[in-house]
Structure formats: C-alpha cells, structure tokens
C-alpha cells in the first residue's frame, strides 16, 4: 500500500492510503485511512495497519453537496460571536438563556446549518471523528481549525487542498458505473455551477426574492458578492433593500491615490503581528495600535487629532447616508483597485452628531489598518453582527485615537470625587468625542495613577449615568 500526501503539513493535509487495488463498488473502491493535520498537529490519525478502515466516497459527497457554502460563505459564524468553531455552540447556548424562544429557534438553526457545511467530520457517518472545520474569513484568507488548534490559510491553498483530495477520492470511481459513483463524480465535477444570485443568497444569508430585487441589473458586477457578504454582518431585520443605499455609496470608486494607505497598511499589519502585540487581548491591541498610529503620522497625543483631513490623505472617500436603521453605523470597503471607502449612516445608533460621526470613521479606520481582507471580508458593516473580536477591537482603537489614556491621566491627578462632569465635559470639548468615550478613557487611566477610591467610584457613576 503506497501512501499519498496531499496538501501542507504547515497549514492543512491529508495522509490518503488506499485499502485495496481496485474495486467494483464505490464503498470498496473507496476505503482506505485518512490522516489530516493543522499546523503540524494531527486531528484525524492515519491508523492504517493499525485501526479500521473507512469508505471515503462519504467525504466526496460531503465536499460535493457543501462546497458552494465553503466557497461563498464568507466571514464569521452567522452570529457574529467569532469564537473558535469547535466552542462556538457553548458560546451561543450562554447567549440564549436571554432571548426569547424565537429568537433562539432562528439563531439555532442559522448556526447549526452553518456548522454542517463547515465541519468535515460530519462526512463520516456512524463515526466519532474529531471535529475539522474550514472557514472561509476573507476574500484571500480562510482558517482551518481543529481542538486546540487554528491556523489562517490563504484561501486559495485550501481550496486546491481539498479540490486535490476530492479528486483522489474521485478518481478511484471514475470507471464504475453504479447510481452513486455516477451521481457523486457529477456533483463533484459541476461543484460550482450556481448562478450569480444563488451565489448571493449564501454569501448574504439572505432569501433568494431579497437578492433578486437588490441585484436586478446589479448582479454581474464584480462587487456583487462583496456587499452580498456585507448584508451577512447585518440582522435580518434590515432588508437589503435597506442596505441598498450602502451598496450604491460604495461602488463609487475614487481617485484619489491609494499608495499611502496602502504603504501603511503594510506596516500596521507588521505591527500587530509582532509577537508581543499579537498576545495580547483585542482591546489591547487596539489601543497599541492607535498609539503606532499616531507616532507613525506624527500628531502629538497632546493634539485633537482631524479624522476627516487624515483619511483624505490616505485617500479614503468618505460619505454619508441617512437610512433610518439605527442599528447599522456605517460601512467600509477596499476595493479590488485599492481605493477605500467608509459610507457613515447619520441615523445610525453610535453614528449620529459630529462626535459620533468621529467615532465612528476612526473605528472603521482600525478596519481599513488590519482587517479588511484579512481576518474579515473586503467589505465591513459596523452592525450587531459584525465579528466581536474584530469590534473589539476597533472600539479600543477609535478611543485611544480620539482620547489617549496619556492626557486623560494627566487631568487625573487633577480630579476629585466633584468635579467628575466638569473634567470629562473638558476633554469631550478638547478632543472632539463623547462624554461617555472621555469618561470610559478616564476610567481606564486612573489605573495607571495613584487615586483615592472615591474618585474611582465617582467615575463609574458618571459613566452610568451617562448611559442611562
């Protein structure tokens, strides 16, 4: 029996050996041992000489039946909980002992299905294999994941990783003529035969009548899927008809040059990949990136820093929509040109005035930096659902862009149980943000100094309300 690899032992492979020559029925021509690996850890053993074997024609007709949804799915779970998959049900299951009966049938099935489609193990039916999941995140990347285990792949590597390992399977039916060979080869062979608008309704979770409407004459365009993916980080509650003015806002390319964002987009990436930014919480990483942000652009802390004069520089096209859903703040895109946008909803819930509109451009800015089209789609909806690591930090991010910790230290020492108000009133008005944003950056700050506990107190009850 010869041994085939297939695939990287880095990333994502399979040890593939066969049980027998030839054979005449698919379960027989079929069967054999699997190995897979993530990351050089082994989560399926190879066992063979060692363990039964097993028909692997399940495993082609898994990839045949799921491949559109591997494909097109693009982004976090359907929740937007963006927790590891093998956990993400625990994660859920917390999250509906609040919601109503309802809401938890919806959102069950919605993960459920997606689950089904994305973990490979469930190919093996009658068999307890360990969970093996494939994810498609971005455009470019995806994460293959298994207990303990995850690593970020390009996209296009795990797909000709598994394209590789269908064909394997499919080669030993080729020659027979059985219903079931017939029909997997053929599933296998037109796996991504669907049109545009079927394409749409995965990428966007949405019914295939509200894909339709939205993309009337729309629907070969190269975006398409781009904002398809988008409407996937928004409730059900807000219609793609809804959404629609986002879409039109961010087709309009524009030319402004594109190399300083691109420049330093490079280098942001760089930092928060280093080993000691990396480890870190996400909120913390946020707030070390914004503290990058403004050394490597050279505005003082001390300084209230011009969101709209710094994306004008990067060539960020900014605009604004007035679409009465509240719960979508904005929008940001980078397009296959390289050219950015971010697209702000004056109606939106964290979004409206000057100094939510401020907020908001620096959050969608964090994204522009290190995630679009990298641990997220090219195209982001700041939503309910959008992935909640990522919003984490994007939040840290647009606080300590608009107030450092830094100057809210310094007026710290200054502070006393009664003039709370009057302190943070004076850095919303010095640094062009909210009163809650001043006094949660307050908060944070009196960690750093020596305060006496009523003072800590005080702040927490400003906060509170502040936020009704």
């Not at 809401?103 to 093996?124: F, I, M, N, P």
């Not at 009133?425 to 943000?433: E, I, P, Q, T, Y």
């Not at 908060?443 to 936020?467: H, K, P």
Request: net charge negative.
């Amino acid at each position: 029996m010869t041994t085939q690899f297939i695939g990287h032992t880095t990333t994502l492979g399979f040890s593939l050996t066969w049980q027998e020559a030839a054979a005449d029925q698919p379960m027989l021509a079929t069967r054999g041992w699997l190995g897979a690996t993530v990351a050089n850890h082994e989560v399926w053993p190879h066992g063979a000489h060692d363990s039964e074997s097993w028909p692997w024609i399940e495993l082609l007709e898994f990839l045949a039946r799921h491949w559109r949804y591997l494909e097109h799915e693009i982004g976090s779970d359907p929740l937007g909980l963006d927790e590891p998959l093998d956990c993400v049900r625990e994660v859920a299951e917390a999250r509906w002992d609040d919601a109503s009966e309802a809401v938890r049938d919806v959102e069950e099935a919605q993960l459920l299905g997606y689950l089904r489609s994305h973990d490979l193990s469930r190919a093996l039916r009658g068999a307890l294999a360990p969970k093996l999941f494939v994810a498609r995140r971005s455009e470019r990347w995806a994460r293959v994941s298994a207990a303990n285990v995850s690593v970020d792949v390009p996209w296009q590597e795990v797909s000709e990783t598994l394209v590789s390992l269908g064909d394997a399977i499919a080669a030993r039916l080729s020659a027979l003529t059985d219903s079931r060979s017939v029909s997997v080869c053929l599933a296998w062979a037109e796996r991504s035969k669907l049109d545009v608008v079927a394409q749409l309704v995965i990428a966007s979770g949405r019914d295939h009548e509200q894909v339709s409407k939205l993309m009337q004459g729309a629907a070969g365009e190269p975006s398409a899927e781009r904002f398809a993916v988008a409407a996937r980080m928004v409730s059900e509650r807000v219609s793609l008809v809804d959404l629609a003015p986002f879409f039109d806002a961010l087709r309009e390319e524009t030319e402004a040059d594109r190399d300083p964002l691109s420049l330093l987009r490079k280098r942001a990436v760089a930092h928060i990949g280093a080993a000691d930014v990396a480890a870190m919480r996400r909120y913390e990483q946020g707030y070390t990136l914004a503290r990058w942000y403004r050394e490597e652009r050279k505005i003082p802390e001390t300084d209230r820093i011009d969101l709209d004069a710094e994306l004008t520089a990067l060539g960020v096209f900014v605009r604004s929509v007035s679409v009465d859903q509240p719960e979508v703040d904005a929008m940001c895109a980078l397009h296959p040109s390289g050219a950015a946008s971010i697209v702000v909803n004056t109606f939106g819930e964290h979004a409206q005035g000057a100094l939510g509109r401020r907020a908001t451009l620096a959050h969608e800015l964090c994204h522009l930096l290190v995630d679009l089209g990298i641990v997220i789609p090219f195209v982001e909806a700041k939503s309910v659902r959008a992935p909640k690591h990522t919003e984490q930090r994007a939040n840290a991010f647009a606080a300590e862009l608009l107030v450092p910790q830094s100057e809210a230290a310094r007026v710290a020492h200054e502070l006393t149980a009664l003039n709370v108000p009057e302190t943070v009133r004076a850095l919303s008005h010095r640094f062009g943000a909210s009163q809650t944003l001043c006094a949660r950056q307050l908060s944070y700050a009196l960690r750093r100094v020596d305060v006496d506990t009523s003072i800590d107190d005080a702040v927490a009850e400003y906060i509170r309300a502040l936020e009704g």
